[in-house]
């Protein structure tokens, strides 16, 4: 196997000929097979799909000629595969006036900003164990937003079953989607619909601090883009835009301000 990649690279490279290899994937989500191809060739690229979406993600886990960041999203049509060129809408093609549990987050793809709608759900129960099902979003950060709700605005979560899903089937792992957990759960957990034009962008601080996140003016532009005319956002944001910017220094005032 060595040798035959070892042949295909030197005629791609005489040749000025792109070569593409195709591998098995496990069950686990690896390539099968000797790690030395990974380690050969200049790109490992994978089309990532989930069984119950029909968008796929083209990922690049290695990248001699550029940034892995960067990710393409296609959708699956009766005419093939096909590129997503405005993500975000395709994401938030049902999104309503107002939902309960529901809120718009930002997220950076390498260079590129989407938008996307994260759920929540709380469900009291009365025996056993509370449940805790997170799709999308890392699970230690979604324990960590669940201790700060319950030290500074004081809300119990042990006897709640609580269901976190980011729709499309992403897996977000931008820190600037704290609010939009906190928006969500709160708003799961009072029972009042959240308002869908508003879109959250910040971190959470241990202490409750709302922070600015990276690559601020494009999610804002981003957002102005898609038709969305309030944005919840860090106190320490200063950024010219059309936008109804709320600007809140600590989560301690989002239920005042916000619902």
Sequence with gaps: MRESCA??????KRTDIPVIIIGHVTKEGIIAGPKVLEHMVDTVMYFEAEKHYLFKILRAKKNRFGSIDEIGIFEMTGNGINEVISPSKIF?????????GSSIVTVIEGTRPLLLELQALTARRNFGIPQRTVTGIDYNR????????????????????????????????????DLGIILSLYSSIKNIPLDQKLVSIGEVGLDGE?????????????????????????????IKTRLELIKLDNIDKVAKEIF
């Design 210 to 238: 709302i922070r600015p996140v990276k690559f601020m003016e494009q999610r804002i532009n981003e957002v102005e883009r898609m038709g969305f005319k309030r944005c919840l956002v860090s106190e320490r944001v200063n």
């Design 142 to 177: 979604f324990l960590l937003i669940l201790a700060i709700l319950e030290k500074k605005l004081k809300l119990h979560f042990e006897n709640l079953d609580i269901f976190i899903n980011v729709v499309g089937g992403l897996k977000i792992y931008d820190t600037s989607v």
């Design 92 to 100: 938030l093609d049902d999104i309503k006036d107002k939902k309960i």
């Design 7 to 12: 042949q295909l690279l030197y005629t791609s």
